[in-house]
């Protein structure tokens, strides 16, 4: 059984509520709760109904600090053009279009989240094009990459690191937002700020999480 892609909004709004992050107060998402079922689903149950593992219905500890650097420093954003990588909830999306960048594209793998950028977007008033894409590797468009809590598994990691060189070598900015991952590389990062982060046991280690924004630093030659 798999899920309809088309049917995808009305499972969003059947399986969420609208919810703001406890960061990012300003932001409203469509974000699962222990309301819903679809927050005590397992791996296993999620693959039985045919739903990849849902990362568009939570605010993850390193979206919402990137979230809120954007929010918090517009000057970057203003005029800009933004991609926002593993987009998710469209969670930094949102924060960059609001921020004032003159365009923003959110990219994600998963269907679903196009569903959910549809209708977070929507809540907040702002205008984010979407592209379910996996853009890896691939040249970009755009003035900035921001990527909220991407290097929590080995393979993406390695598959990351040298995209994010090449880009900065072009001139890009790739801005991170990562509450300590396990493969966040170490030696090419700047720190941008620092965050302690409200989230839920359901999901982490604690409750709250110190999740650094960094900029991505061209690799040494």
Known sequence: ????????????RANTAVL???????IRLHL????????????AELEAIGLPPPFWAFAWAGGQ???RYVLDNPSLMAGRQVLDFATGSGLVAIAAASAGAAHVLAADTDPFTAA??????A??????????????????????????????DRD???????????LTAEGKTV????????YLPGGRLQKLAEYRVSVTRALEDAEVKQAVVWRWAPAAT
């Open 175 to 182: 801005i991170v937002g990562d509450p300590g991952r396990a």
């Open 123 to 152: 809540l907040n008033g702002v205008e984010v094009k979407m592209r379910v894409e996996d853009l890896i590797g691939q040249p970009i468009d755009a003035d900035i990459l921001l990527a909220g809590d991407v290097f929590f």
């Open 32 to 43: 699962a709760d222990e309301a819903h079922e679809l927050w005590l689903k397992t791996e």
């Open 156 to 166: 993406l990691a390695g598959a990351l690191v040298p995209w994010f060189d090449r």
């Open 1 to 12: 059984m798999t899920l309809d892609p088309d049917r995808a909004e009305d499972f969003i």
């Open 65 to 67: 600090a990137l979230a």
């Open 116 to 121: 959910a950028v549809r209708l977070n977007t």
């Open 20 to 26: 703001s992050p406890p960061h990012v107060p300003e």
